[in-house]
Nanobody, 127 residues
């Protein structure tokens, strides 16, 4: 079992920054990939960024160069630094853990693979 708790969301103006955090507890060693996903009202959940146990990362094209995913040394905290935020980034952001064996980069657009989810943190960007 893995428990995930996100924080750090809020309301910012276009061009601003936010840093999301996800505290990970439980059986963290069995998580092969950690990811950030988001869902805007009326839209499907989409992958934002993932990171594996070797700190290899992958990003959605829409956030490349603006967002950075990282994890703490003990692998019990996940971060998402979001810069140059745009109104299109407005969504509920979720932290998730995948315990399978498929490639993490392959899992980015496949949220259904992820085994554990946090409750989400809201990000709102105004123009």
């Amino acid at each position: 079992q893995v428990q995930l708790v996100e924080s750090g969301g809020g309301s910012v103006q276009s061009g601003g920054s936010l840093r999301l955090s996800c505290v990970i507890s439980g059986d963290t060693r069995s998580s092969h990939c950690m990811g950030w996903f988001r869902q805007a009202p009326g839209k499907e959940r989409e992958g934002v960024a993932i990171i594996d146990n070797d700190d290899t990362t992958a990003y959605a094209d829409s956030v490349k160069g603006r967002f950075t995913i990282s994890q703490g040394d003990a692998k019990n905290t996940l971060f998402l630094q979001m810069n140059r935020l745009e109104p299109e980034d407005t969504a509920m952001y979720y932290c998730a853990a995948y315990q399978g064996s498929l490639s993490c980069s392959w899992s980015l657009p496949r949220s259904y693979l992820y085994d554990y989810w946090g409750q989400g943190t809201q990000v709102t960007v105004s123009s």
